[in-house]
């Protein structure tokens, strides 16, 4: 049969107009999509931003913590979508699905190689940016909290302080962590020896699946709880919220900040801390800053190490124990600060004496910086002519910071099971390696060849086999997914430094979930291939 001219002609229509139908910009076919699956006429174009919108950028760097990753040459997204309320991402998520968009997903962008924001290995992709999602409802009644995504830890502290002065929350130092990325990787923070992680402490948790769906506790099961509570984020779904247990804080805590350098003495009484730093009364925390610093007038340089404590209680208390445990640092009266909780995470963040904690509402770090950090784990002491050597590496930089973390407490009492995050018993201490630079013509691959020797250097003295590595301090150094595809073989060789043996049944959570891997990144989890499902 000969097909009619009029038959012949529509097909053509079709196919010359198919570019244009196809090029529709794929911000308007989402936007379209929206509102098809929305319960609202909720004008959505007033959340979405691209890159023709005079606000693009902002949004954007608003809360982008690594300035490498805002750098001209790095994948920018094709559009950010802010979202008011939980229904709108049920929304975000069938429609990226639909439309094959590739999604990333930003609480705080504190994630340390930017994967929160961008997509190296897949593009084009979108960011849904929560930081709009920021409510707190604190009940000191039932000693818990419900705190959406968007709202950072230093905005819960605060919240938590208005209520009671004899409640607080075992997450980070730095104050500017979005909720949703830090209590998916962990949260550790200056009570972790008496109430373990953040992560350990949440009781509930609001989550948006591959489907759309909302999901409580209830709802997800147990293993899906499980996994988002330390198996780090954008794998398992979309967490909007989290229900917190409230740990009890007295009155009255104490701080001190003392420094020590090479002259005076620090390299024996770092290697002394070393061999306590884990067995001290679960109240005290001593974190170890070490950096270097100049001497004279003339530049001459040295390694100062500052211990930066919390005690849950008063300054006659922590004397006592210092005395008998720790005398070697040679704590005084004069050092300590009593003071309250909400002023002691002041006082922890690192900020400037007197510095009022409304500046936790303020959202800001004003620290931000270009960087590259690795992390480590150690399990014995590093020998004082280790770490002679370990100076040495120091002083070719021109502002390295180690931290030194201690374990022990309540971090040796919970399971390496409990949770996903398996850095447990027999952990004596964690070590966070950071370089970071403020000019953005600064010659990067020094700095990153720097950080590299140093980790080769610490090889002997930190865990083995496999050499554990913090999940929220991501590091794509460890190995990496290539695209959707991802390799369950090559992603186990970051995985089990991240999480041990955590990781096969995070594997096995993913595979039911998501089985195929609508949320991943470069560092995501992956789902069991076909053949060994």
Same mark, same amino acid.
Not at 82 to 93: F, G, K
Not at 209 to 230: C, P, Q, T, Y
Not at 408 to 428: A, N
């Given at each position: 049969?000969?097909?009619?001219?009029?038959?012949?002609?529509?097909?053509?229509?079709?196919?010359?107009?198919?570019?244009?139908?196809?090029? @529709?910009?794929?911000?308007?076919?989402? @936007?379209?999509?929206?509102?098809?699956?929305?319960?609202?006429?909720?004008?959505?174009?007033?959340?979405?931003?691209?890159?023709?919108?005079?606000?693009?950028?902002?949004?954007?760097?608003?809360?982008?913590?690594?300035?490498?990753?805002?750098?001209?040459?790095?994948?920018?997204?094709?559009?950010?979508?802010?979202?008011?309320?939980?229904?709108?991402?049920?929304?975000?998520?069938?429609?990226?699905?639909?439309?094959?968009?590739?999604?990333?997903?930003?609480?705080?962008?504190?994630?340390?190689?930017?994967?929160?924001?961008?997509?190296?290995?897949?593009?084009?992709?979108?960011?849904?940016?929560?930081?709009? @999602? %920021?409510?707190?409802?604190?009940?000191?009644?039932?000693?818990?909290?419900?705190?959406?995504?968007?709202?950072?830890?230093?905005?819960?502290?605060?919240?938590?302080?208005?209520?009671?002065?004899?409640?607080?929350?075992?997450?980070?130092?730095?104050?500017?962590?979005?909720?949703?990325?830090?209590?998916?990787?962990?949260?550790?923070?200056?009570?972790?020896?008496?109430?373990?992680?953040?992560?350990?402490?949440?009781?509930?948790?609001?989550?948006?699946?591959?489907?759309?769906?909302?999901?409580?506790?209830?709802?997800?099961?147990?293993?899906?709880?499980?996994?988002?509570?330390?198996?780090?984020?954008?794998?398992?779904?979309?967490?909007?919220?989290?229900?917190?247990?409230?740990?009890?804080?007295?009155?009255?805590?104490?701080?001190?900040?003392?420094?020590?350098?090479?002259?005076?003495?620090?390299?024996?009484?770092?290697?002394?801390?070393?061999?306590?730093?884990?067995?001290?009364?679960?109240?005290?925390?001593?974190?170890?800053?070490?950096?270097?610093?100049?001497?004279?007038?003339?530049?001459?340089?040295?390694?100062?190490?500052?211990?930066?404590?919390?005690?849950?209680?008063?300054?006659?208390?922590?004397?006592?124990?210092?005395?008998?445990?720790?005398?070697?640092?040679?704590?005084?009266?004069?050092?300590?600060?009593?003071?309250?909780?909400?002023?002691?995470?002041?006082?922890?963040?690192?900020?400037?004496?007197?510095?009022?904690?409304?500046?936790?509402?303020? %959202?800001?770090?004003?620290?931000?910086?270009?960087?590259?950090?690795?992390?480590?784990?150690?399990?014995?002491?590093?020998?004082?002519?280790?770490?002679?050597?370990?100076?040495?590496?120091?002083?070719?930089?021109?502002?390295?910071?180690?931290?030194?973390?201690?374990?022990?407490?309540?971090?040796?009492?919970?399971?390496?099971?409990?949770?996903?995050?398996?850095?447990?018993?027999?952990?004596?201490?964690?070590?966070?390696?950071?370089?970071?630079?403020?000019?953005?013509?600064?010659?990067?691959?020094?700095?990153?060849?720097?950080?590299?020797?140093?980790?080769?250097?610490?090889?002997?003295?930190?865990?083995?086999?496999?050499?554990?590595?913090?999940?929220?301090?991501?590091?794509?150094?460890?190995?990496?997914?290539?695209?959707?595809?991802?390799?369950?073989?090559?992603?186990?060789?970051?995985?089990?430094?991240?999480?041990?043996?955590?990781?096969? %049944?995070?594997?096995?959570?993913?595979?039911?979930?998501?089985?195929?891997?609508?949320?991943?990144?470069?560092?995501?989890?992956?789902?069991?291939?076909?053949?060994?499902?």
């Amino acid at each position: 049969m000969v097909p009619s001219r009029s038959s012949i002609l529509s097909i053509l229509v079709v196919l010359l107009l198919s570019p244009f139908i196809v090029s @529709l910009p794929i911000q308007d076919r989402f @936007l379209k999509c929206l509102s098809k699956y929305s319960d609202t006429s909720f004008p959505f174009s007033t959340v979405l931003y691209t890159p023709q919108n005079s606000s693009f950028t902002t949004v954007l760097q608003s809360s982008a913590q690594n300035l490498r990753f805002t750098s001209p040459s790095v994948p920018k997204p094709e559009f950010i979508f802010t979202p008011l309320q939980e229904s709108h991402i049920q929304a975000v998520v069938i429609c990226s699905k639909q439309l094959g968009i590739h999604l990333r997903v930003r609480s705080g962008g504190h994630d340390y190689e930017g994967l929160s924001y961008v997509s190296e290995i897949e593009k084009p992709f979108v960011v849904v940016d929560l930081a709009k @999602l %920021r409510s707190i409802s604190v009940d000191i009644e039932h000693n818990s909290a419900w705190v959406q995504v968007g709202a950072t830890n230093g905005e819960l502290y605060y919240r938590i302080s208005e209520k009671s002065k004899t409640h607080g929350f075992p997450a980070g130092t730095c104050t500017s962590l979005g909720m949703g990325g830090h209590i998916s990787g962990g949260a550790y923070g200056a009570m972790l020896r008496k109430y373990g992680l953040g992560a350990d402490n949440v009781v509930d948790a609001h989550l948006i699946d591959v489907h759309g769906r909302l999901l409580n506790r209830k709802l997800m099961g147990e293993d899906l709880f499980w996994a988002i509570r330390g198996g780090a984020g954008g794998s398992f779904g979309i967490v909007t919220a989290w229900k917190l247990k409230l740990v009890p804080v007295p009155s009255t805590v104490t701080v001190f900040t003392v420094t020590k350098t090479l002259e005076q003495g620090a390299t024996k009484i770092l290697y002394r801390w070393q061999e306590i730093a884990d067995k001290l009364d679960e109240d005290l925390f001593i974190k170890v800053l070490i950096q270097t610093a100049n001497v004279t007038s003339q530049g001459k340089r040295t390694i100062a190490t500052s211990y930066n404590s919390l005690f849950l209680g008063d300054a006659r208390r922590l004397l006592q124990i210092m005395q008998r445990s720790f005398p070697e640092l040679g704590l005084t009266r004069k050092d300590c600060i009593e003071t309250n909780w909400i002023n002691s995470t002041v006082f922890m963040a690192l900020l400037q004496n007197n510095t009022p904690p409304e500046v936790f509402l303020q %959202r800001k770090d004003p620290n931000r910086r270009y960087f590259k950090a690795k992390s480590d784990y150690a399990k014995k002491p590093v020998s004082e002519k280790a770490l002679e050597g370990f100076w040495e590496k120091l002083f070719e930089v021109e502002s390295p910071l180690v931290v030194f973390t201690p374990y022990g407490g309540m971090m040796s009492q919970i399971s390496e099971s409990q949770t996903p995050f398996p850095h447990r018993k027999g952990t004596k201490f964690m070590i966070l390696y950071y370089t970071g630079w403020q000019d953005a013509k600064e010659n990067v691959a020094k700095h990153i060849d720097w950080i590299r020797m140093v980790y080769n250097y610490m090889k002997p003295y930190v865990s083995k086999n496999p050499r554990e590595a913090y999940a929220n301090y991501r590091d794509l150094d460890l190995g990496m997914n290539n695209n959707s595809n991802t390799s369950f073989v090559e992603a186990s060789a970051f995985g089990t430094k991240y999480f041990k043996d955590n990781f096969y %049944r995070l594997v096995h959570v993913k595979t039911k979930v998501d089985p195929d891997n609508f949320f991943r990144h470069e560092q995501s989890i992956p789902p069991l291939p076909l053949h060994m499902r």
